[in-house]
């Protein structure tokens, strides 16, 4: 009688745990139809082969911890042809620079350039990601520098302190992956300068559109435009004593040229008019004129720690 209490009491058990493992089966797949029916809101994949475009900045920035070191180089100008080999015996501009993932949406940097002596301070900051549902249709970010003009020559001044030296730039970047291969961003900027060369404003307004097609493997092509608009709100204010001033334009910025992206290296090689590399000088103070042929070779290396 005992034995058969224990057998129904096994059975019982055993009623009750198969009864569990039956209900498991017949809720997994509801769950799994479930999932699947649920939108995919995590951000794109791979908009974009790095935090650069040419001259422009893309709307990514380094994840948390990571740490990037940027090196641009820009050649002379190809105007003298054999004479200096097309650019490269001309006088070059360079830019190092690292950057820092505070969080995966934070970003701080650091930049040091050669020709104006630039000192620059860099801060990025995704606003929102592009989704791989569609729910989000673009991302956004904005990006902003904090420069000190070590080239500049106090005795150009009637009255000089440091903060004559100061810059900043504001910029907000607006993207779209449109496919596996096309990625398109625009971006308008506002720059302005405590004290610059009485011929150029204080004050500019600018917009940018890049574009990048993954042509094969990890090879593609990368395009670039930017333009600048002097405003003279503010001209009165800093360092401008003459009212009849006859300023000068900014030429537009135009890059050509082709892009090999690895998870940890970014490489750039491209045909441009501008050799500031500063968002600031480059936006507002290019002199080259691309219809003259003032045209020079570029490139950036990123690489990723």
Known sequence: MVHKTIKIREMKKLTILLSIVLA???VLPINLYAQDDEP???????????MLLGDQQTILSPYKGGLELIIHHRFGTMQNGLKDLYGIYAPSNIRLGLNYGITDKLMVGFGTEKNNKYQEFEVKYSIFSQTRSGSMPVALSYYGNFA??????????????????????????????????????????FIHFNGIDKKWH???????????FLAFGQFSIIAEYDQSFGITVFDGLFNKEESDVEY???KPNFVLGFEIGTPTHTFQL??????????????????NDLLEGEILVGMNVIVRF
């Open 24 to 26: 498991g089966l017949l």
């Open 40 to 50: 995919d809101n995590r951000p794109v994949r791979e908009p974009w082969s790095g």
């Open 148 to 189: 000190i003009d070590g080239g500049m020559k106090e005795d150009e001044y009637s009255e000089f302190s440091f903060t004559n030296r100061l810059a900043y730039f504001h910029q907000l970047i607006v993207a779209r992956k449109f496919s596996d291969r096309l990625s398109v961003q625009l971006a308008p900027s």
């Open 202 to 212: 204080n004050d500019y307004v600018g917009i940018s559109a890049g574009g990048r």
């Open 248 to 250: 000068k334009s900014a």
């Open 270 to 287: 491209f045909a441009a008019n501008y050799n500031k590399i500063s968002p600031h000088k480059n936006l507002a103070n290019n002199t």
